[in-house]
Structures are given as C-alpha cells and as structure tokens.
C-alpha cells in the first residue's frame, strides 16, 4: 500500500493503524523526515508511533548528506525486500511525489549529457528566460515538457540538457525502464482533506512544534555550520526558527512564518499529486476505519 499527500494531512495516523490491522511495516517515503537532525521539524514519528509498528528509512541520514531520489530507491527496494522476506506485508508513506514516482515507474539510467550541452541549456534561458527554455524543451522533449508545471527551471534544464548531450529525449529514456514496484504489487492513494482542515492542522503543528522543542532542534542545525544548499538546511522552518532565536523577529512572527510557509509547500504538494498521480484515488481522510476497512484485503506483500 502507498500512502501520499500533502504535510498535515493525515498520513502518519492512517498508515500507523493500516499497519496494525495487516500486521505491516512502514516505509518512509519523506524526503525530509530521512534526516536526523530533523525529527521535530520535519514531525517525523514519534517513539510512541514507532512502537506501534515497525519503521524504516527515518532519521537515517545525516543532515550533512545530499540524499538523492535514487539511493532512497535503493534503501526502499532493500527495505521492502527485507520485509517481503519475513512474510510481511508494507505500507509506503510520505510526501515526496518524486519517490513514489521513482518506486512505480523506475527511475531512468539516463547518460550525464556532457557539460557543452548543459552549457547551452543554460545559455536559452539567459538569454530568453524561462520561456524560451520551456519552448526549446518542447520541441525536443514535448512528453516530458507536459509534466513539467509552471518555471520548474532545473528540470526544464535537464530535459533540454540530456536531449542535446544524448540524442535522445528523457521521456524516451525513462520510458525504456522497468518500475522496481510491479503495477499488480501496489495500490495506491492520495490523501486530499478539505483546505480548511488542513489548513487548521498546520496552524496546530506550528504552534505545537515551538512549544515541544522546534527552536533548538534549529538551533543544533545551524549551529552545525553546514552548508546553506544542503536540503536539510532549506527544510521548512530551520530559517526561520534561526531568526527567532537570534532575535531577529519575534514569536508570533515566526509562528506565522511557518505556518503560511507549511500552507505553502502543502499547496504545491497537493498540484503535484493531483497532476502526477491522476489514477491514484482521492480521499479526505476523515474516517480512518472506514479507508483501512476498504483497503485491508490488497495490503502489498512486501514487494
């Protein structure tokens, strides 16, 4: 079972009682809940969720890491095969389109286009901005240009990068790759609760988060003098709970900071699985049992 959608919206609590119902264990599939350093704000499970059913790829990595989509591919299918090997059953779950993306439709073993061709890449969209990029990326790769939304300028990069270095577009080249997660191993579904209501949950989360701890797990980060590119380092709130901390803005500033920063990045979650996952169910959330109950009988055995 593949459980996504937007932060705050449900999922820990859905997949925690899916597990327990199938006697299943939980895959992470956040690509901010795998870094250590980041337990509080990323609401990673808590020690009592974690007791509830077994957890993989949590706090795993290093915020001085770059944890790319595919070695998270590889630690899943390594995970997944590990469970599978006990007789299990997994439940995948996360916000992270781009891992479930890799884990049901394979990620591409696409050759480096060469540094002249991401040159020239880079010289459309000086020279005529992101249009011009977009444009060149249709002519050379439209299947692959339709799932790009709005000014995404890296992966209009890529796309015309890897069709000017290889002679060939990315669409063709990821559409010659195997899915590591068959189609008959996996259901799927997206969770979509109504906007208010995940709207009030992030406001909670906030406001709970810089009373439990929040501005010292920023602190510890920062205080780490890691690089500011690092993605750990751009996770939601570390910037600005920084700022609280060395009195550059007060507590109520910060708090709506994060909370209009969280709504921000839930919205942009959302448009993704709704424009990527368009055959994934949609469900509000809103009655767990009654989602487990029509859900139980196709748990994923393992892989």
Known sequence: MLIAGPTASGKTALALTLAERLGAEIVNADSMQVYADLEILSARPTPDDTARAAHHLFGHVD????????????????????????GARAVVVGGTGLYFKALTEGLADVPQPGPE????????????????????????????TAKVLGADKQRLLRIVAVA?????????LRRDTAPPLPRAAWRGIALEPDRDVLYARIDARAAWMLDHGAIAEARALIGRGLSPELPAMKALGVSTLGDLDAGRINRDDALERLARDTRRYAKRQSTWFRNQQVEWPRVAAAD????????????????
């Open 63 to 86: 915020a001085g890491e770059v944890y790319s989509v595919g070695r998270w591919l590889r630690d899943a299918c390594a995970a997944l095969d590990e469970i599978a090997s006990r």
């Open 117 to 144: 061709a991401e040159a020239a890449a880079l010289g459309i969209l000086r020279e005529g901005g992101v249009e011009a990029l977009r444009a060149e990326a249709q002519t050379r790769d439209p299947d692959a």
């Open 164 to 172: 000017l270095g290889t002679g060939a577009p990315l669409s063709a």
């Open 288 to 303: 767990v049992d009654a989602i487990v109950a029509a859900l139980a009988p196709e748990g994923v055995p393992g892989r």
